[in-house]
């Protein structure tokens, strides 16, 4: 996928979360709008993983543990086939096993997750089992900032590095806030870099709404033999929405039917800005 | 601690035409009984939390070094691994201290394993208070009253040398959680080589028609003293080996409830939610109100002692299960006329 159509699918994936949170009624607004690229450049670009190959012991892995931010999880796997995007209609519904924190009952999700501090463990033995077998498989675990302060994070960083985990690929959607506040008011995190480094991480750190950097930085895995690999993905949580954007209170905030109308506006814009670059490039090359 | 046991199993070899041998630890059973599937399938995995010793497990360390992981002293860590080791087709036996295991990592257990019904193997080893002396916070009287409120993970607590060997076998062939817990005291023979054992299905190793003790675990073996001290005074006794705690054989107990005028549970667990609740709750519902009593640890942190001092505080030995079996019998007579 070029990157263009990248930015735009990554608009396309802010307005599907948008109409899933509102039509279900609830879910996490801002942590799903600040990893959605990450999440657009994974599934587009990188994991050799598809719903023809979900029980090939080869195919990449994906985890999320922040899984509050499951809307961007189900909108970019029913964009991907694996199951009709109708089923999203369910989210949250009664009796429906699509809940409000990723299961693997919906196809393509490879852990159930939704209590903090459990992703990277999970994807540490992933990873063990990777290295054990010697399979060529990468395993990539996306972690919140706020859930940092879970001691299991660092007990799995040391066990990552003990083993040179050099398939782990961890990311961090260090947007900085939490449902409280900023996350350096309520559990300070830095030097966070310096920290990941300490533990024996290799760490590259992007602007994670730039498709062009994370695709880029994704490229490069491993980066270094024998170490596991940490992106620390600079984000801005609600990204995409001038209202939304950096507002701990949207946290799990449900738009309005004016906010939902006004946000889609603002993704429309953007969206004919993108087309509209593409159209006077084509015209260009035509030239 | 030994010296008691060994006179009361003496006493049984008098009692009983057949005198019980001696085996070894469970743990022992337990570490070469994994080490022989280990050696023959090597998707098994052990993981340990610096705790390779205390579960006999150094040998299995040196033999299949590829097949041992360690994460050092991080249960929550431990158990997250050996969900996503199990994810990608791994057969993951996490071994550590029954205490830390089911209360560091429940949530890790509750989410990981369970609710994403990954097949992990979870082995508590030092369960109850087999620490003795070193206190309440290496004690798990919690830990099957935690799980039983778990969905999808069975429970099983081995008796003996010959139920850990099953059930170990039966355990690296599982294909759902499962949680397994036992002491490190050498252990009674009781069952015979050939005794059928399957998960879910308790054994019946005494019928009798006024008491039957229903135990689990390390405790079946002085129940079954105790029933053979009550046999002896013409009380006839029964015993069941309830070594599976979930799914628990109701259809056993039921079974027992029916052909015996009372019941005695008997767990190194508290007796809030372990086996005798269990069994209380699955007899009343079915409309048996037969006489009964669980023994297990009260709801406070355990005196100080050895293992079998504090078991003999608490009356879970041979003599303190004679004596609430005898004081239910004549509960029942003065009671219960007819």
Avoid at chain 1, 42 to 57: M, T
Avoid at chain 2, 88 to 98: E, L, M, N, Q, R
Avoid at chain 2, 198 to 224: C, H, N, R, Y
Wanted: hydrophobic share 40%.
């Amino acid at each position: 996928m070029t990157l263009r159509n990248l930015k735009l699918r990554s608009v396309h994936y802010r307005k599907l979360i948008l109409s899933l949170i509102k039509q279900a009624g609830a879910g996490h607004t801002g942590g799903s709008l600040s990893c959605i690229d990450i999440l657009n450049v994974l599934y587009n670009q990188v994991l050799n993983v598809s719903p023809n190959n979900l029980s090939d012991p080869n195919r990449d892995r994906y985890i999320q543990s922040k899984g509050h931010s499951v809307e961007a999880l189900y909108v970019v796997l029913a964009d991907k086939g694996f199951f009709p995007a109708k089923e999203l209609e369910k989210v949250c519904g009664y009796q429906s096993h699509f809940v409000g924190h990723p299961t693997r009952k919906v196809p393509g999700i490879e852990h159930n997750t939704g209590a903090l501090g459990h992703g990277l463990s999970f994807a540490v033995g992933a990873s063990l089992a990777g290295k054990i077998d010697g399979r060529g498989h990468r395993v990539f675990v996306l972690l919140g900032d706020g859930e940092l302060a879970e001691g299991s994070n660092w007990e799995a960083s040391l066990t990552a590095a003990n083993y040179h985990l050099d398939n782990l690929v961890v990311i961090v959607d260090r947007n900085g806030l939490q449902i409280t506040g900023r996350t350096e008011e309520v559990c300070a995190l830095e030097p966070l870099e310096d920290k990941f480094k300490a533990f024996g991480y290799c760490v590259r750190s992007v602007d994670g709404h730039d498709v062009r950097e994370l695709s880029h930085v994704f490229a490069q895995v491993p980066f270094e033999p024998g170490r596991p690999n940490l992106i620390l993905a600079r984000t801005v949580k609600g990204k995409g929405i001038s209202f939304i954007e950096n507002a701990a209170d949207w946290h799990h905030h449900v738009p309005t039917d004016e906010q939902f109308m006004q946000a889609i506006r603002e993704l429309d814009e953007v969206e004919r800005l993108l087309v509209k670059d593409l159209e006077v490039t084509l015209r260009e090359d035509a030239a | 601690m030994a010296s008691a046991q060994v006179r009361e199993c003496s006493e049984r070899s008098i009692l009983d035409q057949e005198p019980m041998q001696l085996g070894r630890p469970n743990l022992d059973e337990f570490a070469e009984t994994l080490l022989a599937l280990a050696k023959n399938d090597r998707d098994i995995v052990v993981l340990t939390s610096d705790s390779r010793g205390s579960g006999k497990l150094t040998h299995f360390g040196r033999t299949l070094p590829a097949q041992m992981i360690e994460v050092g002293i991080a249960e929550q860590n431990l158990v997250g691994i050996a969900a996503g080791l199990a994810s990608s087709g791994k057969k993951p036996f996490t071994v550590s201290p029954a205490c830390f295991l089911t209360a560091r990592a429940l949530e890790q257990i509750k989410n990981d394993v369970s609710y994403a019904d990954h097949a992990v193997r979870l082995v508590g080893i030092s369960a109850g208070v087999s620490y003795g002396p070193l206190g309440s916070t290496h004690h798990s009287l919690h830990d099957l009253a935690a799980l039983r409120a778990i969905p999808n993970i069975d429970i099983v607590v081995p008796a003996d040398n010959f139920e850990t060997r099953a059930a170990i076998r039966a355990a690296a062939f599982y294909t759902r959680p499962i949680y397994i817990r036992f002491g490190k005291r050498p252990m009674y023979n009781l069952h015979r080589a050939n005794t059928p054992f399957s998960i879910g299905k308790a054994i019946t190793v005494l019928q009798g028609t006024d008491v039957t003790f229903v135990g689990t675990g390390e405790t079946v073996q002085p129940a079954f003293v105790a029933a053979l001290r009550l046999r002896q005074q013409g009380v006839s006794a029964g015993i069941i080996s309830m070594h599976t705690i979930k799914p628990l054989d109701t259809e056993a107990l039921l079974k027992a409830a029916l052909r015996t005028r009372a019941l005695v549970t008997v767990e190194e667990h508290s007796v809030n939610g372990g086996l005798g609740e269990a069994c209380a709750a699955t007899l009343l519902q079915a409309g048996a109100t037969v006489p009964f009593r669980i023994v297990g640890i009260p709801d406070e942190y355990t005196c100080t002692g050895s293992q079998a001092e504090i078991l003999g505080h608490y009356g879970i030995s041979a003599s303190g299960l004679v004596e609430a079996a005898e004081n239910l019998l004549h509960n029942e007579r003065t009671t219960c006329p007819t």
